[in-house]
């Protein structure tokens, strides 16, 4: 069983639709969670970084981390199509090594 | 980009080439990574270097040989490479290794190797 499960996609919207991007984990040990994003020919970027359990919110980004359910969600609303990337999550339990998924690649069409 | 940057950005070579990716990071930092991105996959770390000293190489094979003569750099040789290779290679640089899931990593753009 992996780590760390992402949907790949790809993943298709309306310019202004909510996007729901999520990750499963199998180690419940995972503490420190991470949202990234890669644009195309790019490294990736950091977008947000949670600890532990509950929401966290910046601008139009809302990450939520369920640790009972093992489950980690990104909400990207009123999308944009500069919004368009590949987004990993990443988690770990130490803030040493870090487990990725294998990203969803997201198109938002003007 | 500023903060990380690798060269080359493209490389293609044969499966008998010996060649060399380089990191420079500009940001303070005291922790650098090798990770691999293959299509479909998700990044995998292959080595850390933390001030200088490797702490962490995740059984990659001896064809890969990373280098750290400073903290500002890192390199990672190359020889006699297979074409399951062929990937991204990343670097990235956080402010230390030990914990505290502050230490978020910046990344490079990487470079996308082709091995023939």
């Known amino acids: 069983q992996k780590e760390v499960e992402q949907d790949p996609g790809p993943l298709s919207v309306p310019e202004g639709a909510i996007v729901s991007l999520n990750c499963t984990y199998s180690n419940s040990a995972f503490q420190y969670f991470m949202w990234y994003r890669q644009y195309s020919r790019k490294g990736p970027e950091l977008l947000m970084y949670?600890?532990?359990?509950g929401n966290k919110e910046d601008g139009r980004f809302t990450a939520q981390v369920d640790k009972s359910s093992k489950y980690i969600s990104l909400f990207i609303r009123d999308s944009q199509p500069s919004d368009s990337a590949t987004y990993l999550c990443a988690m770990s339990v130490t803030g040493n090594q870090f487990y990725f998924g294998t990203g969803t690649s997201l198109t938002v069409i003007p | 980009e500023t903060g990380v940057t690798q060269t080359p950005r493209h490389l293609v070579m044969g499966m008998t080439n010996k060649k060399s990716l380089k990191c420079e990071q500009h940001l303070g930092h005291n922790a650098m990574y090798w990770y691999k991105q293959s299509a479909k996959k998700p990044l995998e770390l292959m080595f850390v270097?933390?001030?200088?000293?490797?702490?962490e190489n995740n059984s990659v094979p001896s064809r890969f040989s990373p280098e750290c003569p400073n903290s500002s750099h890192l390199f990672l040789h190359l020889h006699t490479l297979q074409p399951e290779d062929s990937a991204l290679y990343l670097c990235?640089?956080?402010?230390?290794?030990?914990?505290?899931?502050?230490?978020?990593?910046?990344f490079g753009p990487g470079t996308r190797l082709l091995v023939l």
């Open positions: 949670t600890y532990s359990s």
């Open positions: 270097y933390s001030l200088e000293e490797r702490v």
């Open positions: 990235a640089s956080s402010p230390h290794t030990s914990g505290g899931g502050q230490e978020t990593q910046y």
